[in-house]
Each structure stands twice: as structure tokens, then as C-alpha cells.
């Protein structure tokens, strides 16, 4: 973890035991746990998503995201989730606003990247192991160029399916 004084780092607290600062709202201990698995998943329009009105946006939002585009230009939907640990506290609360934000919007970025170098037969029929693998190689170059304090564990690629919309094909 770290020690905080209004909002910079005064120092790395690295071993545990008793740790003496000012009270709060003048400083802060922020523990971050580098061992715990962390996860972020695109679960599509067909999982779990809530239907009322008031989740309209977050539906399309979802919906958007699962759609990619492959190398022989059809549209597929997928379902897909990031694992992912903390390498360095530091890099991880002081440079990123919304760290989970961040691995959503890369691994979503690192899919569409991958994917449009394959037909769709490949994805659809294909092994996914491929695809898993270079998506976190892109994710984890991207993220290690952001300076982020975030490890890549795996990718994983749940479902892939032929949009439903025959307009697109």
C-alpha cells in the first residue's frame, strides 16, 4: 500500500505492521492487494443484462461492445473478460482514474484488433487459444506503455456468435 497527504504519495508502505500518520482528512493509508485476481467482463446483450427502461443506455452500451467486425467483413458478437492483477500500487491509483475502465476499454480494443485479422469461420470454428493469447500480448504492450501497474493475467473468450442482424451481411 501507500501513504497519502492530500492527494500525492508520501510514501510506499511495503511490509505490515503499524503504520502512524496524520488523521484524516490529512493523509490516508490506501492498502491494495497485488495477489487478488481482479476481473472485468463484456457479457453481451443475452447475459444477465436488466431490461428495464432506466438500463437502456447501459444495454446498448454492452450490446456495442460485443460487436466486432472480422477480416471478411462480417459482424460477430462475443463475450469476453480480462484477468488481471496489480504490479504496481503506485502506477495503478495515482495514474489512472477508473483502472477498470481502462482494462474494459483495452481489452475491447485488443479484440477488435485481433479479430479483424480473421474470417469469420476462423473465430467462429477456430481455436480460441490463439486469439486469447495475442489479445493479452496487445492489452499488456498497451498497458505497459500506459504506465498503468496493471499485469495481464488471461483473457478469456466465452461465446462468439454470428450477429443476428442479416442487414449486416
Known amino acids: ?5 492530500f492527494g500525492r504519495l508520501v510514501r510506499t508502505v511495503d511490509e505490515p505492521g503499524l503504520v502512524m500518520h496524520a488523521p484524516l482528512p490529512f493523509a490516508h493509508v490506501e492498502i491494495v492487494q497485488h495477489e487478488r485476481l481482479r476481473s472485468e ?10 431490461t428495464d427502461a432506466a438500463n437502456t443506455q447501459l444495454r446498448r452500451t454492452q450490446a456495442a461492445a460485443t460487436e466486432v467486425l472480422t477480416l471478411d ?3 460477430l458478437k462475443c463475450t469476453y473478460a480480462a484477468h488481471y492483477t496489480v504490479s504496481n500500487a ?11 475502465e481502462v482494462v474494459r476499454a483495452f481489452t475491447e ?22 486469439v486469447q ?5 496487445h492489452m499488456q504492450k498497451r498497458l505497459d506503455e500506459l504506465q ?10 466465452d461465446e462468439v456468435h454470428a450477429s443476428s442482424n442479416p442487414s449486416v451481411h
Open 90 to 100: 503506485e502506477s495503478f491509483h495515482f495514474r489512472l482514474d477508473d483502472p477498470a
Open 1 to 5: 500500500g501507500f501513504l497519502g497527504s
Open 133 to 137: 493469447t495475442k489479445m493479452r500480448e
Open 41 to 50: 467482463a463484456i457479457i453481451g446483450p443475452s447475459k444477465g443484462l436488466p
Open 109 to 130: 480494443a485488443a479484440l477488435r484488433e485481433v479479430v479483424l485479422q480473421r474470417t469469420a469461420d476462423s473465430m467462429l470454428i477456430g481455436s480460441r487459444a490463439d
Open 73 to 75: 467483413d462480417n459482424l
Open 148 to 157: 498503468s501497474g496493471i499485469q495481464v493475467v488471461a483473457v478469456q473468450l
